[in-house]
């Protein structure tokens, strides 16, 4: 690594969670089709490609593909529901293998690049 400092000089190690600590994908899918049972869609290809863009703007995305008319209130809603549904899906959230051991090596080895 080029730049490494030991860690009395940083502040923070900032990092994705997201794929990079946990895989929150299976447990967000879930979260979705919660929300959207309410308007008998389902999860779907169109759903899978926008994963990653934000709860809001998916559920907007998704609604407008269905053709199915929606207020700012609606959208503040449902986002939140699946904040909500998420959230309560936490303990099934598994992290990605090596996540911990590489937690580990940065605590052990007190290390950060700038």
């Not at 929150?24 to 309410?38: H, L, M």
């Not at 703007?57 to 407008?64: G, N």
Request: a neutral charge; glycine letters at 4%; charged letters at 20%.
């Amino acid at each position: 690594m080029n730049n490494v400092h030991n860690i009395k000089n940083c502040k923070a190690v900032i990092f994705d969670w997201d794929g990079i600590i946990v895989d929150s994908f299976p447990t967000a899918i879930k979260a979705y089709v919660q929300v959207f049972q309410q308007f008998n869609l389902e999860f779907n290809t169109f759903l899978r490609s926008r994963f990653g863009i934000g709860a809001k703007r998916v559920i907007q995305e998704y609604l407008d593909f269905n053709k199915i008319l929606y207020t700012e209130k609606l959208l503040s809603q449902l986002e939140e529901q699946k904040v909500q549904a998420q959230l309560s899906l936490t303990p099934e959230t598994c992290l990605i293998s090596g996540a911990k051991e590489s937690i580990i090596y940065l605590a052990q080895h007190i290390l950060c690049e700038i």
